[in-house]
């Protein structure tokens, strides 16, 4: 063979050995490239998920919220509402046996009276309850204690006295009972 065959068949090998590495080093930074961008996707996927998580967290406080201001709207107008409901109820407590059967005022009683149970069906249609505080231990969720009375006709801590009705609208505290609460009476010194 001559050696200018031999020196083609040389530069051959070398050129493709040159081409082999090129294709290897290319490859080598195709694969890096693609890591970077794989990582890119799982990065991106993540924060898409965390997003969608924040968008639907912040749909359901919203719909709750929604939900809430339709079902305690009506909760300051209950409160004004409640004073009135008091003094109806102070004005029937007032009015004497006398007076009740007596014809001249029997109309006007009636009248109260009804006025009073129809200001009931309102507050029950509409989710006001009554809290019965008497006789029920202190709970002061739901009562707010103005005095204790020395007793012994019942357990300490129980509700004896009630100043004030409270009430509650749907599961919410709308006004505290004003309550006496008993306590052991002290002993004669």
């Known amino acids: 063979m001559s050696d200018d065959k031999k020196m083609n068949e040389a530069d051959e090998i070398a050129q493709e050995a040159a081409a082999e590495a090129s294709a290897e080093a290319h490859a080598s930074v195709n694969d890096e490239r693609l890591a970077a961008l794989e990582e890119q996707l799982a990065v991106a996927q993540q924060e898409t998920l965390y997003a969608k998580a924040e968008v639907q967290n912040v749909r359901r406080r919203a719909e709750k919220e929604v939900a809430d201001a339709h079902a305690y709207a009506a909760t300051r107008f209950a409160r004004d509402i ?70 012994g006709d019942a357990e300490p801590g129980t509700v004896i006295q009630q100043i004030q009705s409270g009430y509650m609208i749907k599961d919410r505290l709308l006004r505290p009972a004003l309550v006496g609460v008993a306590k052991a009476p002290q002993p004669p010194s």
């Open 82 to 151: 409640l004073s009135v409901a008091d003094n109806l109820s102070r004005a029937l407590d007032t009015i004497p046996a006398a007076a009740r059967e007596d014809e001249q005022w029997k109309a006007l009683v009636i009248g109260l009276e009804a006025t009073g149970r129809e200001l009931e069906t309102v507050f029950e249609r509409n989710g006001i309850t009554k809290i019965d505080a008497v006789g029920q231990p202190l709970d002061p969720n739901l009562h707010q204690a103005m005095m204790e009375i020395p007793t």
